[in-house]
Nanobody
């Protein structure tokens, strides 16, 4: 199965942009539906965006619609999250997650994914 490694987090100001990457190693990346989740201190882990194995199906949390874009490059075994117009409330540890699935379905709940990266911190100052 794949192993996931996130990168691209950092400290930015409100209104700035960041692009997170999630590199998949081992396994066949295109066999996996993928998601980005985040967890702020004292809060539950929540879905940010999710995509099917092909990338043709995507969906977003209401709080990030119009600002964030999930994409994947199956040739390069990488998942991306482009985050624009960042807000202080976007501050969290961001995780990518994988679930073996080639049905083009999107999955939204943390318990529906069985492979997780180590997370990358995103901090947005006001």
């Amino acid at each position: 199965q794949v192993q996931l490694v996130e990168s691209g987090g950092g400290l930015v100001q409100a209104g700035d942009s960041l692009r997170l990457s999630c590199a998949a190693r081992g396994g066949t990346f295109s066999n996996y539906a993928m998601g980005w989740f985040r967890q702020a201190p004292g809060k539950e882990r929540e879905v940010v965006a999710a995509t099917s194995w092909s990338g043709r199906s995507t969906n977003y949390a209401d709080s990030v619609k119009g600002r964030f874009t999930i994409s994947r490059d199956n040739a390069w075994n990488t998942l991306y999250l482009q985050m624009n117009t960042l807000k202080p409330e976007d501050t969290a540890v961001y995780y990518c997650a994988a679930r073996l699935d080639v049905s083009n379905r999107i999955w939204y709940m943390p318990y529906e994914y069985n492979i997780w990266g180590q997370g990358t911190q995103v901090t947005v100052s006001s």
